[in-house]
């Protein structure tokens, strides 16, 4: 037998009992279409998270206040107190001690309640410099951002986020018009386009002002001069890694500190996030890969199965075939053929749901999910190696019937 007259066959013996066969590759349908989608949220969700960090802006460093020890001797987490001021923003801002660092943008931010129209609505009330808009990247849907006149004279000027703009005016053009935050009568100068929302915050839903007019009109008392959080922006991608040691060096020496380890504020930049978050998703996706392909090996024990009970059906027609000449690596051939056609069949089918799913879980989820080709063609190479694999025995067993005990057998 030839190659064609072998895939003749082999098909004609499976399509004849179609309904076991379906039931045989059930398992190995359902294993490559759970290993496509786990692959594709894995990808999906890596995905997310690159953008939601991109979200933040380019090349960008983030300070967080770190604790500062206090009278009882306890030292307590990074963010459990205020330790960074604007006169650390304003250093950082120097050419001199800090060439790479192109852009700072420090962030005061309070939760405050607006008013207008007589609605009411509180939200993130962020007090910045004019630089903030650049360094987040962020861009405007309507109006204009305030600028460095408007920090100067602590100007009651404020930017608001989409969301905050609806619920404020509804859909009216709100530039120009009057929002009172926390008592205080602000002008309105421009909305933010929407960007989403980050792992901790809505980013439509906020209101920047000027962050002058906001520690000193808003805010006021001792902390006015502290900030929540510096945003510095390197001059490129290259010069990142030496931003963050000027910017390190610089809040050291203002701090007073001399051991790194000791700092009381924590600079992460975003290739940490996004080494952090993609090793994390690594991980998870290697894991319930691994637990998909145990899917996979029960499919592949239900090729065998199925295949030994087609050996057993079939045994006086191999003993016909080798009486009339068939060598054993023929017989063999025949089976091993039958058993990838199922294997295929399984992967064709298991791909074709997990490009399904990939098109459905996003909606269900609220997560993106990536169809992979290579993870599709390594599904299909896949399955037809189980077909083979956990066919060899069946067709081992096949090729080795004596033909007068085959053709004995009732």
Do not use: C
Not at 158 to 183: C, H, K, M, P, W
Not at 189 to 199: F, I, K, N, P
Not at 234 to 246: F, G, I, K, R, V
Not at 287 to 306: F, K, P, Q
Request: hydrophobic content about 50%; cysteine-free; proline content about 2%.
């Amino acid at each position: 037998m030839n190659w064609t007259e072998t895939l003749h066959t082999a098909w004609s013996a499976v399509r004849s009992h179609a309904l076991r066969s379906l039931l045989t590759v059930l398992g190995i349908l359902i294993g490559i279409a759970a290993v496509i989608l786990t692959v594709g949220l894995g990808l999906g969700t890596q995905k997310d998270v690159a953008s939601q960090i991109d979200s933040l802006g380019s090349n960008l460093l983030i300070v967080s206040p770190g604790s500062s020890t206090d009278s009882s001797g306890m030292r307590g987490g990074f963010g459990t107190a205020t330790t960074l001021t604007l006169a650390d923003a304003e250093a950082l801002g120097s050419e001199t001690s800090a060439p790479d660092i192109a852009a700072v943008a420090p962030e005061k931010t309070t939760s405050l309640a607006l008013e207008a129209n007589d609605t009411n609505w509180t939200t993130s009330v962020t007090g910045t410099t004019a630089s903030w808009v650049d360094v987040r990247a962020r861009e405007l849907e309507v109006g204009s951002f305030f600028d460095e006149e408007d920090v100067a004279s602590a100007a009651r000027v404020v930017v608001l986020g989409s969301e905050t703009a609806t619920e404020l005016f509804g859909r009216t053009n709100v530039v120009g018009q009057t929002v009172e935050i926390d008592g205080t009568p602000f002008e309105v100068v421009g909305v933010l386009a929407s960007a989403g929302s980050d792992s901790s915050s809505n980013l439509d839903d906020i209101a920047v002002a000027p962050i002058s007019t906001v520690a000193n009109v808003l805010v006021g008392g001792t902390s006015a001069s502290s900030v929540s959080t510096i945003y510095l922006q390197a001059a490129s991608a290259d010069q990142l890694a030496a931003a963050y040691q000027e910017a390190q060096a610089v809040l050291l020496n203002l701090h007073g500190i001399t051991d790194a380890d000791s700092a009381d504020f924590s600079i992460s930049s975003q290739e940490a996030l996004v080494e952090t978050a993609t090793s994390i998703y690594q991980t998870l996706t290697i894991l319930l890969t691994g637990i998909a392909a145990l899917s996979l090996l029960v499919g592949g024990i239900g090729v065998m199965n199925i295949m030994l009970v087609s050996v057993t059906e079939r045994t006086r027609e191999i003993g016909l075939r080798k009486a009339l000449g068939a060598p054993p690596w023929a017989i063999r051939r025949q089976f091993l053929t039958e058993a990838a056609i199922l294997g295929l069949g399984g992967g064709i089918l298991g791909a074709l749901l997990g490009a399904l799913g990939t098109l459905v879980l996003p909606a269900l989820i609220g997560s993106s999910v990536v169809l992979s080709g290579a993870a599709v063609a390594g599904a299909l190479g896949v399955s037809i190696a189980i077909g083979i694999v956990f066919g060899v025995y069946p067709a081992t067993r096949a090729a080795r019937l004596a033909p007068i005990d085959a053709l004995r057998t009732e």
